[in-house]
């Protein structure tokens, strides 16, 4: 699995204290269910169960990094959508910072996807543990220049 099957949309999203977790969960899974990613009738049994997946602990993982997730029955293959707010969120990170780059990760509930998915979980996170990567995400001004950042982490293996 490469970054381009894996992240398959990208938002430049406002963000700022004022939009709780659960807003700007249900943002981004509008993003997806518009592009077609999410099913319109799972729409809101994939929200309840990131917004529960996140009641039991954040998954703000520090460094300005967030990567809301779950697995759901209608998730087919492992998919993501890289966001960076303009304005950071307070995503509730381990370190207390707030959050600027946005990794909503849907993963199938199929436990003969499970190779595929861990595979997808260990890219996703390698990427976003890598500091270089996140300044160019940070750096960029809108969904296709996160795209452009993309293309470039792949070809540079």
Do not use: W
């Not at 992240?7 to 963000?15: D, P, R």
């Not at 199929?110 to 160019?136: G, I, P, V, Y």
């Amino acid at each position: 699995m490469d970054l381009s099957n894996l992240i398959v949309s990208t938002a430049m999203i406002e963000g700022g204290i004022e939009i709780s977790k659960p807003q700007l969960i249900e943002r981004l899974l509008q993003q997806l269910a518009s592009e077609g990613l999410v099913n319109a009738e799972d729409f809101a049994d994939v929200f309840a169960s990131i917004v529960k997946r996140e009641a039991l602990a954040t998954t703000g993982i520090g460094n300005g990094v967030a990567i809301p997730h779950t697995k759901h029955s209608s998730v087919t293959h492992p998919i993501v959508l890289l966001a960076r707010c303009r304005h950071p969120v307070n995503f509730e990170s381990l370190d207390g910072e707030p959050a600027d780059i946005l990794a909503l990760y849907l993963a199938p509930r199929d436990s003969s996807r499970a190779r595929e998915t861990l595979r997808a979980s260990e890219l996703l996170l390698r990427k976003l543990a890598n500091k270089e990567f996140c300044h160019q995400i940070r750096q960029a001004q809108s969904p296709e220049e996160i795209v452009d950042v993309l293309k470039e982490a792949e070809s540079c293996g």
